[in-house]
């Protein structure tokens, strides 16, 4: 399940300007059977306990209970995990960012006040792959400690969690390992943010971030921490910004490295986008003045 852990920082959200777009631009991606590491920075985090499924569902901008079937800014875009079988206690792997785990656990810590939870860093016992293509049955599963289908654009598979060092085994299926870049191109051409570079820490707003055409917001559920300024901005249709995949093209520059998406993985994207919204009127300064006060 895809969530962000929100913070109520108090904000004030902007008027927006005609409605949301969703693009992608992977039509022309090489979507045949592959997989790949998606990234040595990724990190691990296992909550544990009685109260864990409650726990984190006040902390969440997700349902908890959709895992059981397989202040309003984002502080973490996560994927969460369940681990629990049989009558066990609740278990849940949260998969973040290595750059923001420290974070990730000081929040956690802070909000379990007498919640019967236990909180530690797994990083050390996973890495997290994504896998597309089509797959065959539970024998292309072999050795998988935790998977759900990523849900956050079409074409971007199986996210999976395997033992530290290990890769994928497919037993019905040919698949080629591709490097890094590859599954870190195919997410930015079918405009996924991932991370704190795209989601800014105390910064990004999860709309912004198109959490909620990512399935990574849930509307109906009781309060989280941060709730006000998310379900506000739904209700009032009001998304200042959105995350969009736009590819610039022009006359090379000496000093900047530009990636040949053709060379490196074989796309040709099947979509351009030109926006020229000309010069604000008069009226228009006059308007965003006045939302200003």
């Not at 959709?66 to 309003?72: A, T």
């Not at 996924?192 to 971030?209: Q, R, T």
Request: aromatic share 8%; glycine share 10%; with cysteine.
């Amino acid at each position: 399940m895809v969530a962000s852990l929100t913070t109520a920082a108090p904000a004030t959200p902007g008027r927006g300007v005609g409605e949301a777009l969703w693009l992608t631009m992977g039509g022309g991606l090489d979507n045949r059977n592959g997989y790949a590491l998606v990234g040595e920075d990724r990190a691990t985090v296992e909550v544990k306990g009685p109260d864990a499924t409650e726990y984190l569902q006040g902390l969440i901008t997700n349902h908890m209970p959709r895992i059981s079937d397989k202040g309003g800014r984002v502080m973490f875009d996560a994927f969460i995990y369940n681990q629990t079988t049989g009558r066990e206690d609740p278990r849940y792997l949260i998969e973040v960012n290595q750059r923001v785990k420290d974070k990730l656990m000081m929040m956690l810590r802070f909000y379990k006040l007498r919640s019967r939870v236990h909180i530690r860093d797994a990083t050390e016992e996973y890495g997290v792959w994504n896998i597309w293509g089509e797959m065959g049955g539970k024998e292309d599963r072999v050795g998988w400690k935790a998977w759900q289908q990523d849900s956050r654009a079409p074409n971007m598979g199986i996210r999976a969690l395997l033992e530290k060092g290990s890769k994928p085994r497919f037993e019905s299926s040919e698949f080629v390992e591709a490097a890094s870049d590859k599954y870190k191109l195919r997410r930015i051409l079918e405009g996924v943010a991932e991370g704190p570079d795209d989601f800014v820490p105390d910064v990004a707003l999860p709309l912004e971030c198109n959490l909620d055409y990512m399935g990574g917001v849930d509307f109906n559920k009781g309060c989280y921490v941060g709730q006000e300024l998310t379900i506000r901005s739904h209700h009032r249709g009001v998304v200042r910004k959105r995350m969009v995949p736009v590819i610039m093209s022009g006359e090379r520059h000496a000093g900047v490295d530009l990636v040949d998406l053709d060379a490196k993985l074989g796309v040709r994207p099947q979509m351009e986008v030109i926006w020229n919204p000309g010069p604000a009127t008069t009226s228009d300064q006059g308007e965003e003045r006045r939302r200003r006060k």
